[in-house]
């Protein structure tokens, strides 16, 4: 039997361990500095994971293909669906999935990072009542929340919809915020969620101030962020001057729910990004990784940010 066999058999072992089973996720390790990650990236989890999903893409042969697997937010086994879309592409006839942005479950329709997001809110509203905010409210995991949780926790989301707006206005059902002048009174939040917002904000250093300033005292933060882990220090790729944009580089757009021309990207994090997050408000920030074949979190190490008020 071949490692590649080895690997999917433990795959469907896993799944079905989890009857009767409790869920949980665990990271990896949590780090606060390149060398500790440069580390983590050498070592043996990470060297199965890539493998795995060599295996997986050699064994489909297709530009869309399905990975059997257990998704958390639907406690229920699932079919995460992989292709090209989102970052991906089809180079010398082989599939090289964006596996961050896909592994899409098809009953929930939330992606890697989505799913991870929602399970770790999960754990940590097993047990008390949350006040909870999301920078996001058009979108799969908060129609999540708002079904699954809202009844036990307060749930809170907004989008931005333009600098005409007041913040918290409600436009057409949805609730305007502007992170970088957030609406809501000190203190008001448990946890504050954020999938992929900050390198979209202009001044992402005003937007910790405020997030620090809404969140409780030992209140936390959870974001994923496109993070360049090559880069010891954060690049600037648009700039806000007298109420116009401006491009300090060539224009890069990412997917909004609210528009066809995607939400432009001001910044590209690197390291500092960390001591950034200290410096305005917050009293940790720390990088979780994840990897878990259980739980469909594959392709690479899931990073999120995890922060401490």
């Known amino acids: 039997m071949n490692i590649f066999s080895r690997l999917q058999e433990k795959i469907q072992t896993l799944i079905e361990s989890n009857r009767g089973s409790s869920l949980s996720l665990v990271p990896i390790t949590s780090i606060a500095s390149r060398v500790l990650f440069e580390k983590v990236k050498s070592g043996e989890n990470v060297q199965k994971d890539i493998l795995l999903c060599k295996y997986l893409i050699q064994k489909s042969n297709l530009n869309i293909f399905t990975v059997h697997g257990y998704c958390i937010p639907c406690k229920k086994k699932t079919e995460f669906i992989v292709d090209g879309q989102f970052g991906g592409e089809v180079k010398n006839g082989i599939l090289r999935p964006n596996w961050r942005e896909r592994m899409e479950c ?58 005409e707006y007041k913040g918290g206005e409600i436009i057409n059902g949805i609730q305007h915020e502007n992170v970088e002048m957030l609406s809501f009174k000190d203190n008001e939040f448990d946890l504050i969620i954020s999938n992929d917002v900050f390198e979209h904000v202009p001044n992402p250093d005003i937007a910790f101030k405020e997030c620090s300033r809404v969140l409780k005292p030992g209140g936390e933060m959870l974001a994923t962020i496109p993070f360049y882990d090559h880069h010891d220090y954060s690049i600037k790729r648009a700039i806000i001057e007298n109420n116009q944009i401006v491009n300090l580089l060539q224009p890069e757009f990412h997917g909004n729910p609210l528009s066809e021309k995607g939400a432009l990207v001001f910044n590209d994090f690197g390291w500092d990004l960390l001591s950034n997050m200290k410096l305005n408000g917050f009293n940790e920030a720390n990088i979780e990784l994840y990897l878990s074949e259980k739980y469909g979190h594959i392709g690479q190490m899931q990073l999120i940010f995890k922060l401490v008020n």
């Open 106 to 163: 098809k009953y929930c329709r939330m992606n890697n990072r989505q799913r991870l997001i929602a399970g770790l809110i999960m754990q940590k509203a097993k047990n008390k009542r949350l006040s909870i905010y999301f920078m996001e409210q058009v979108t799969p995991i908060y129609l999540w929340a708002k079904k699954y949780l809202g009844s036990r926790h307060r749930i809170t989301g907004s989008e931005y919809l333009g600098y």
